[in-house]
C-alpha cells in the first residue's frame, strides 16, 4: 500500500508540539554565558534532558546518546514510512562498521565506540563480526563491509576503507530518498553529499595534496556530480562551482581556508548552509518533511548540547563556544 502525506497527519502534529521544546539559540546562547557548568547543564531539564549537571565527560556522551536512540527507537512505532527514520539511522550503521572493521583483532575493546541508533543493534552487529557473518547484514552494508574490510587487509589503510565506505553510506541513502518519493528527501540528501564533497575538496586541497586523491574521497548523489567536481576544481575552482547553491556562501569560504583561512568559519557555513534548507520544512503542515526536518534539527540540537556542555565543563571560553555554534532549528 502506497503512503500518502495525509498518513503522516498524526505524527507531524505530535513533533511539531515537540519542536517547542527544542533548544532555541536563544536558550544556548543564555547556558553559554551561565556562572558555570552545574548551571548551564540543569536548564537542560525543561527541554526533556536528564539533568547532566554532576555528570562526568563519559556519562554525558552516553547520556545524550541514549536519548538519540530512544527518539530513534520510539519513532519506529510511528513513522508511516520507515525510510524516513532510517535515513537517520543509517549514518550509525556505517559509523558501527568502521569502529569494527578498524579493531578487528580487540574488537570488545571497541564496544563503548558503538551506537544503538542504528537499524542493527550495536550487539547485534558486534556478534556478526564475531562471528563472521558480515553476509546477514542489511542491504548494501553487508557487501560494502567485506569490500571495506578487504580493502584495509589489503592497503593498511583505513581512510581507503572509509571512502568505500562513506560512497557507499551515500548510495544507499539516495535510494531511500527515493523510495520515499520526495522531492524535499531528495533534495536533502543530495545537500548532504554536496556538503560531503565540498569539505573534502577544501581539507585535501589544504594539505597540499594532489587533486587525484580527491575522486576516492567524493560520494555519489550530489547536485554536482563527482566528474563535474573533479572538473570544475582543476579549472574555474571551489568558489564557482557551487555559485548560485545553497553552498555558495560556505564555497567562498572554503577557497579562503585552502589558502591559510580558517576552517572554523567554513564548517560553520556548511552546516548553517543545511539549517536554512530544513526551515523551509516550517511550511509544510503535515508530511515527510516534518519528520526529516525534526529528526535532523534533533541531531543538530544534540551536537549544540555537547558542545556547549563539554566545553563548559572543561574550561573552555564561552566565546570560543560560541563562535562555534552553528544554528538550531528550534
Known amino acids: 500500500m502506497s503512503i500518502k502525506k495525509e498518513d503522516y497527519l498524526y505524527l ?15 536558550k544556548a546562547e543564555r547556558m553559554i554565558d551561565l556562572p558555570n557548568f552545574e548551571e548551564c547543564a540543569k536548564t537542560l531539564v525543561e527541554n526533556g534532558y536528564d539533568d547532566m549537571s554532576r555528570m562526568s565527560l563519559k556519562q ?10 530512544d527518539i530513534f527507537h520510539e519513532m519506529e512505532g510511528l ?34 565506540l558503538l551506537s ?21 547484514l542489511p542491504g ?31 548510495a544507499e541513502m539516495k535510494e531511500l530518498a527515493e523510495q520515499l518519493d520526495s522531492d524535499f528527501a531528495g533534495n ?3 545537500l548532504l ?10 581539507r585535501i586541497l589544504r594539505m597540499g595534496k594532489d587533486i587525484g586523491y580527491l575522486r576516492e574521497a567524493l560520494v555519489p548523489g550530489g547536485s554536482i556530480s563527482e566528474e563535474r567536481m573533479m572538473s570544475g576544481l582543476a579549472g574555474e575552482g571551489i568558489a564557482s562551482l557551487f555559485a548560485g547553491t545553497p553552498l555558495s556562501k560556505a564555497a567562498t569560504l572554503g577557497a579562503e581556508a585552502v589558502s591559510g583561512g580558517t576552517m572554523t568559519a567554513f564548517e560553520l557555513a556548511c552546516d548553517n548552509a543545511l539549517a536554512k534548507f530544513l526551515s523551509d520544512a516550517r511550511r509544510a503542515s503535515f508530511g515527510e518533511e516534518c519528520v526529516i526536518a525534526y529528526l535532523a534539527g ?23 563556544i560560541r563562535e562555534r555554534l552553528r544554528d538550531l532549528y528550534a
Open 298 to 320: 534533533m541531531e543538530s540540537e544534540l551536537t549544540a548540547v555537547r558542545m556547549i556542555l563539554t566545553g563548559r565543563l572543561a574550561g573552555v571560553p564561552g566565546d570560543t
Open 60 to 69: 554525558i556522551e552516553d547520556s545524550l546518546a541514549r536519548r538519540r536512540a
Open 140 to 170: 548494501q552494508l553487508s557487501t560494502a563491509s567485506e569490500d571495506a574490510r578487504a580493502v584495509l587487509k589489503r592497503s593498511g589503510n583505513p581512510q581507503l576503507s572509509d571512502f568505500l565506505l562513506d560512497r557507499t553510506y551515500f
Open 12 to 26: 507531524s502534529s505530535l513533533l511539531r508540539a515537540r519542536e517547542t521544546r527544542m533548544l532555541s539559540r536563544d
Open 116 to 136: 544503538d541508533a542504528g537499524r542493527v543493534p550495536a550487539e547485534r552487529m558486534l556478534k556478526l563480526f564475531q562471528d563472521d557473518r558480515l553476509r546477514d
Open 188 to 190: 536533502y540528501t543530495a
Open 193 to 202: 553529499a554536496d556538503s560531503t564533497n565540498l569539505r573534502s575538496a577544501v
Open 79 to 112: 513513522v508511516p514510512d520507515s525510510a524516513a527514520l532510517d535515513l537517520f539511522r543509517l549514518k550509525y550503521d556505517y559509523h558501527n562498521v568502521k569502529v569494527l572493521i578498524k579493531s578487528e583483532d580487540a574488537v570488545r575493546s571497541e564496544k563503548d
